[in-house]
Each structure stands twice: as C-alpha cells, then as structure tokens.
C-alpha cells in the first residue's frame, strides 16, 4: 500500500469524519528565537493525500523542498494557523510548557472551526478543541507532517529576518540551533534578547563572559 493511501486511512479513521487539524512544533531544541508551532487543516479526500504524497517530516526535506511543499500545502488547505512562543515566555515556564503554549496559538489562530487536533508525539494538552497525540505523527499523517512543514519554513525565514537585526550570530545558517559557529558566536558576542538564557550552553556562555569580566 502507498504511504499516502496508508496516511489517508489513518488520519481519515482517527478523524471520524470530523473536521481536524494536525498540529506541529519546530525550535523545540534551538537555544535561540521562539519555538514555532503550525495547525493545518486539510481536506480529508484521496486527491488531496495522492497530491501531497511527498510531503513528511521537515526535518528531512531540503530548504528549497520544503518552501515548494509548503506552497502546495497552502494552496491546499481549508486553514493554516501560526503560534510561537517567545524566548522569554521558554524562559519562564519552561519549553514543554512554552511548546504547548504556541500549539494553543496556532490552533486559536485557526480561521475555521475544528472538532479534533491531532498532535505529534505523545503527550497532549488542554485546550478548547479535544488533543490527541499520534506518536511519529509526523511520518502516518499527513495532516501532522503538512503542519510540520509549514511551521519549518515560517521559522527558518523568521530566523533569517532576525539575523539582519542580530548580525554575527549566524541565524540564517543555523536558524537557532547550537552549533559550534553558533556557540563560539555566543562566547564572543554574548546572548542577544532572542537566546534563550534558561538553556545550558547560553548560561553557560553567560558564565564565561562575567568571569572574563570579573578578570580584567
């Protein structure tokens, strides 16, 4: 059987015929810039799944893969909702708490009704819409893998506007994440308002700079 016919009949059957959205994050692991989450709610019918057959995990596409998807899935789609969760709400209550915050905001950002939200992984959140997870949601529905592209390519260009703001760290290459360009980056220049100072290498570069400080 043909992955998008497998991806039709999952997400067709866990639906109930209901109108859903699937909902992902990206950014979860950066150390920098918000974490971004998606709704997208597509039409639950073959020619839609047959269509969009190479869609799948972002993380596994290329940059220029991705954006061509993530046009096809927009023109697509019956709704696309968009929620992020700044570097200072993770800092506050924590990143799983700050995932599900902007997982609420791309659902509430929804310009259509829903009756489910189905979320990759497995842990769910409270919210208005009833949440079920789907572990590797990502790679059995469409629906979660659509909103994992479409958050991906919103962050990555988000990221490039704030390394024009923030020069020298590097954004747009590495889009958050912390590499070793990044983190030497970070010892040299310090954190900008967008790290995110409750993770470890940035406290810990944080450290480094008040001692040489302190030093001289």
Known sequence: MDR????YRLDLALSGG???????????GC????????????PLERETYEEL????????????????????????????????ASPEEIDRMNILQA?????????????????????DGNRGF???????????????????????????VFRDRLMAKLDEGFP???????VGYGTRAHLEA???????????LSFAPVRACVGEKEQMSYGS
């Not at 998008?4 to 991806?7: A, G």
């Not at 150390?31 to 597509?42: C, D, E, K, R, T």
């Not at 079920?132 to 529905?141: I, Q, T, W």
């Open 186 to 196: 970070l010892r040299r220049l310090g954190p900008s308002v967008v790290h995110r």
């Open 99 to 119: 995932t599900q915050l902007a997982m609420k905001r791309s659902l509430d950002a929804l310009n259509v009704p829903v009756d489910l939200a189905l979320v």
């Open 31 to 42: 150390i920098a810039g918000p974490v971004v989450a998606a709704s997208v709610v597509l």
């Open 126 to 152: 409270r919210h208005r819409v009833p949440v079920l997870p789907v572990v590797d949601g990502d790679a059995r529905s469409l629906l979660v893998a659509a909103a994992s592209v479409i958050a991906k």
């Open 53 to 84: 057959k190479d869609v799948m995990d972002s993380k596994q596409l290329k940059p220029d893969v991705r954006a061509q998807l993530a046009d096809r899935i927009r023109a697509k789609a019956l709704a696309v909702g968009i929620g992020m």
């Open 4 to 7: 998008w016919m497998r991806r």
């Open 18 to 28: 209901c109108r859903t959205a699937g909902v992902d994050e990206v950014g979860r």
């Open 168 to 174: 020298g760290y590097g954004f747009s290459e590495h």
